[in-house]
């Protein structure tokens, strides 16, 4: 039946064929992972900080970032199975082609502060408290180029309401995007969102990678086709 409320997902959610090791991890490592929708901050010890990345894609950012910072909590939120595979294999050391036995773990120098949602971000929001997060990030989210498209851009006035809603103050709204359209677009999507503020005050603030940036396969697609990345910072008023 036809769930109403449920909002459409334009986006593919499945590639290739997984090949076995990483159907093994789907199967048997991500529940480990998998964060509960019962109570969605379980995890989070008191007191510390709780990062965001909507659409991790092939989760080269999320899981270098997790790894570098291990007094952070990390929820990532991706569709894309053959993704969410790809993190999980960056995330124990587990090869396409390694045949698993034993147990499977975190690679030893991880500390366990990531928490995975495997479907799509907006079906999460509504379950998540007010002022969570100290960070959300948005790396090059799909630029949906044409103008009836428009409607399907992630950054929209009802996501950033709840992107709002979600951000503590002072927090960042982090998106990095290789598309002119796109880029346009979400500083003309901010500028009328009351609820931030741009960090930047000059243009080496959104033209170069921020200090604690991870490249992305998205990111290194663009760069290889002539395409120049910019990663827009916006404060939570
Ligand atoms: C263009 S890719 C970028 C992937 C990655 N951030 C990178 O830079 O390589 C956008 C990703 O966002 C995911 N995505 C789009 N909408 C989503 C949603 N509503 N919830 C979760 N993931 C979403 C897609 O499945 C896709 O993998």
């Excluded at 939120?77 to 045949?99: D, P, R």
Aim: aromatic share 10%.
């Amino acid at each position: 039946m036809l769930n109403e409320d449920k909002p459409h997902f334009y986006g593919r959610r499945q590639g290739r064929r997984l090949r076995k090791a990483k159907s093994t991890l789907m199967d048997s490592f991500l529940p480990s992972l998998k964060l509960n929708p019962e109570n969605p901050l379980d995890f989070l010890p008191k007191g510390k900080k709780l990062y965001l990345e909507i659409g991790f894609g092939d989760g080269d950012h999320l899981a270098e970032h997790s790894k570098r910072n291990k007094d952070i909590y990390y929820i990532g939120a991706e569709v894309f199975k053959n993704g969410v595979a790809n993190l999980l294999s960056l995330m124990t050391g587990i090869k396409k082609n390694e045949e698993i036995s034993g147990e499977i773990a975190l690679l030893p120098e991880r500390s366990n502060n990531v928490k995975i949602w495997d479907n799509d971000i907006r079906l999460l929001f509504p379950l998540l408290p007010n002022a969570c997060f100290d960070r959300i990030f948005l790396l090059f989210p799909d630029p949906w180029p044409k103008k009836r498209h428009a409607n399907r851009r992630f950054i929209n006035p009802e996501n950033l309401k709840t992107l709002a809603r979600l951000i503590k103050p002072g927090g960042i709204l982090r998106v990095a995007t290789d598309h002119n359209t796109y880029k346009f677009w979400t500083l003309r999507q901010m500028h009328q969102c009351p609820d931030f503020v741009w960090t930047a005050t000059c243009g080496k603030d959104w033209k170069n990678p921020p200090a604690d940036w991870v490249e992305t396969k998205y990111q290194r697609k663009a760069i290889r086709e002539g395409r120049r990345p910019v990663f827009l910072d916006f404060r939570r008023k």
